[in-house]
């Protein structure tokens, strides 16, 4: 089982990325798959989560509106695709994937939910 992060890299403000994590050998019918960034000198924080069964999605308010999360099932992968990117943006982006009770159980954006993390992706905006 393995999670690949990729996508990160130096951009401009103002200018966008768009992340990949591709998830392998997992098996469950369905999950959640969460990203979060921690910025150097910080707490990890929740950016977006997004489930593979029904695409179910939530951000954390202060990343709505930027920042998109998607999925493409066949790639077994999820996608985050961030605009107007700021300097305050400069983070290493993890993806993670979490457990869900029921098919119907919504994704939420809790860092202990998380079980399997994959190994970051720096990005870095500055000009």
């Known amino acids: 089982f393995q999670l690949q992060a990729s996508g990160g890299g130096l951009v401009q403000p103002g200018g966008s990325l768009r992340l990949s994590c591709t998830v392998s050998g997992f098996t469950r019918d369905y999950y959640a798959v969460g990203w979060f960034r921690q910025a150097p000198g910080k707490e990890r924080e929740a950016v977006a989560c997004i489930k593979t069964n029904d695409g179910n999605i939530r951000y954390t308010d202060s990343m709505k509106g930027r920042f998109t999360i998607s999925r493409d099932n066949a790639k077994n992968t999820v996608y985050l695709q961030m605009n107007s990117l700021k300097p305050e943006d400069t983070a290493v982006y993890y993806c993670?994937?979490?457990?869900?009770?029921?098919?119907?159980?919504?994704?939420?954006?809790?860092?202990?939910?998380?079980?399997?993390w994959g190994q970051g992706t720096q990005v870095t905006v500055s000009s």
């Open positions: 993670a994937t979490a457990w869900l009770p029921r098919p119907i159980s919504p994704c939420r954006t809790v860092e202990a939910s998380y079980e399997y």
